[in-house]
């Protein structure tokens, strides 16, 4: 399997406080990806990387920021957690991103619960 | 608005028979398809695409059907295996794009 690790693989958390969800690569790929799935709604983008220090908005973004410093590590803060964003996360690497026709590489998720 | 359908949440065949998972896109602009597969308390893996230029791609027991007029297409799983239960999720992308993903699949196969 793609060297995709994520961490915690569980938390909970209290509303109001921070948390950092980290995903750690060590493919050495471009893209990188957070998508959170919840029942009804699938997999959603919340945002992606598609280099050091460049990142990008996906459609569910609002409460959440990412920081890309280093090549292998995505990181994913949600400022002040809410229970709407009680959910499991998961993190995707691409080598090629949109020019792949083979897709993403995804971890084996986050899962956070809001309390 | 959702781009990519897939219309039923849940699926449930017997062993040996066929499994048809069916998703409805409306961006005419998606140039690439693919079907992801995710087991419980795992990350989804991928598992066949199709270009938009070809009407089929098979891969062993699978294989995806592209209906461009209709703007749909679908997974057959033959013959099915309880191996093959988990959730299935079709994704679409643009040229160059993210990938977008429908909500999922639950194929059950009975033994």
Same mark, same amino acid.
């Given at each position: 399997?793609?060297?995709i ?18 995903c750690?690569q060590?493919?050495?790929h471009?893209y990188m990806y957070w998508y ?7 997999l959603?983008l919340?945002?992606y ?24 590590? =995505? ?15 998961f993190c995707a690497i691409s ?8 897709g993403y590489t995804f971890g ?8 | ?31 690439? =398809? ?9 990350g989804p ?19 995806? =059907? ?33 990938l ?12």
């Open positions: 399997d793609a060297g690790t994520q961490s915690p693989r569980h938390k909970v958390t209290e509303t109001g406080t921070p948390v950092t969800l980290r750690h060590t493919e050495n471009r959170r799935q919840d029942p009804g709604h699938g959603r919340i945002h990387s598609y280099g050091v220090k460049d990142t990008d908005k996906g459609e569910v973004s609002d409460g959440y920021s990412v920081s890309r410093s280093k090549t292998e590590d =995505f990181l994913l803060t949600l400022e002040s957690a809410t229970s709407s964003q009680t959910s499991v996360y080598e090629l991103g949109g020019r792949a026709n083979y084996s998720g986050t899962r956070l619960t809001v309390v | 608005d959702q781009q990519v359908k897939q219309n039923s949440p849940s699926l449930s065949v017997q062993e040996g028979r066929i499994s048809i998972l069916n998703c409805d896109y409306t961006n005419s602009m998606f140039d690439y =398809f693919l079907w992801y597969k995710k087991y419980p308390a795992e893996t991928f598992l066949i695409s199709i270009s938009s230029i070809k009407d089929k791609n098979e891969d062993g027991r699978f294989t995806v =059907f592209l209906n461009k007029s209709a703007k749909h297409l679908s997974l057959h799983i033959v013959p099915s295996q309880p191996g093959d239960s988990a959730v299935y999720f079709c994704a679409a992308r643009r040229s160059q794009g993210n977008i993903f429908g909500k999922g699949t639950k194929l059950s196969v009975k033994p």
